[in-house]
């Protein structure tokens, strides 16, 4: 049985940091690459960054460039999700995702295994 499972989520006040983790199990997780999505109230789910297998490649949206960086340990089975400088914006459910792909993908539709989010909520 394929888990993903967040945490790490809260409530911070804007300017303030959250690490967001992501605890894997029921896959060869070396072999996905690891994506982070998030969801506010009324909007669509929304890519935030993504991680390859190995780490050497990551990528993320515009809005959180030079505040947010994607991290793992293959050997814990563990990605993560530094959040700093955060902004009322930011307020959303976070997820994880993991992807069996080669390439790496930003549309959700593409991952194969989701976890059940963590609410990370900042307040102005």
């Known amino acids: 049985q394929v888990q993903l499972v967040e945490s790490g989520g809260g409530l911070v006040q804007a300017g303030g940091s959250l690490r967001l983790s992501c605890a894997a199990s029921?896959?060869?997780?070396?072999?996905?690459?690891i994506g982070w999505f998030r969801q506010a109230p009324g909007k669509e789910r929304e890519f935030v960054a993504v991680i390859s297998w190995t780490g050497a490649r990551t990528y993320y949206t515009d809005s959180v460039k030079g505040r947010f960086t994607i991290s793992r340990d293959n050997a814990k089975n563990a990605a993560y999700l530094q959040m700093d400088g955060l902004k009322p914006e930011d307020t959303a459910v976070y997820y994880c995702?993991?992807?069996?792909?080669?390439?790496?993908?930003?549309?959700?539709?593409?991952?194969?295994?989701w976890g059940q989010g963590t609410q990370v909520t900042v307040s102005s």
């Open positions: 029921g896959i060869t997780f070396s072999r996905y690459h």
């Open positions: 995702a993991a992807d069996a792909m080669g390439s790496l993908n930003f549309e959700a539709r593409k991952y194969d295994y």
